[in-house]
């Protein structure tokens, strides 16, 4: 049986987080695309985007999501970027998963990642990249789910139902 879900959305949407708690509420293992690159290049994002450039990375996490998809059981927390290669956006539309993308407004991702260094793309124009890629999430994604103003229980709640939507 396919039990998987994947989430994907910008950067501060709450892909890790989520992933972890319903991972947690569920007993599934939990897959994130970033710790996966990080892991087989035994070197973090920032150092990655460094030495290879974006175009390394994207390689790497092209490869990794494949790599996570692989799983079943599988709860999926992708990279905020995964959408900007063709290859990730048709594969991510063909499947017959729950692919959730997960909304937050500006103000929020200020919010949430006010003081962070560890997202190299953070640290340039975001809203632009933000709006260049919202039309790829919507494509990508089969659920929506906005995160805005929302605590982490009532959002594994409600990532549950589609799950269990799926089971039934
Ligand atoms: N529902 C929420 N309410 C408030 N804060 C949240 C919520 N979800 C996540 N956060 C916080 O926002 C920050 C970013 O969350 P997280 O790392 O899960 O985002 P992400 O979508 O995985 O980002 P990236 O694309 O960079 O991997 C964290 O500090 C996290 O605690
Ligand atoms: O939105 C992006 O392009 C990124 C998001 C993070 O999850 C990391 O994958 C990396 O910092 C790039
Ligand atoms: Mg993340």
């Known amino acids: 049986m396919m039990t998987q879900l994947v989430l994907i959305g910008f950067m501060g949407a709450g892909k890790t987080t989520l992933s972890q708690a319903l991972g947690a509420a ?8 970033d710790d996966l690159v990080a892991a087989a290049a035994h070197q973090t994002i920032a150092e990655i985007f ?9 390689q790497r996490e092209t490869a990794a999501l494949a790599e996570a998809l692989r799983h079943d059981p599988a709860i999926i927390a992708t990279g905020g970027g995964i959408v900007t290669q063709a290859e990730n956006r048709a594969r991510l539309a063909a499947l ?3 692919v ?3 909304t937050v407004t500006p103000a929020e991702i200020n919010r949430r990642l006010a ?4 997202r ?3 640290q340039e124009n975001w809203p ?6 919202q039309p790829w999430y919507a494509t990508s994604a089969n659920h929506l789910l906005d995160t805005t103003g929302r605590s982490v229980p009532a959002l594994v ?7 269990n939507e799926k089971a039934g």
């Open 26 to 33: 569920t007993g599934l293992p939990v897959y994130d695309t």
């Open 50 to 58: 460094a030495a290879e450039g974006e175009a390394g990375f994207r």
């Open 96 to 98: 017959a998963i729950p």
């Open 100 to 102: 959730v993308q997960l």
């Open 115 to 118: 003081g962070t260094t560890d």
């Open 120 to 122: 190299p793309l953070f």
């Open 128 to 133: 632009a990249l933000l709006a260049a890629r």
């Open 157 to 163: 709640a409600e990532l549950q139902a589609i799950l």
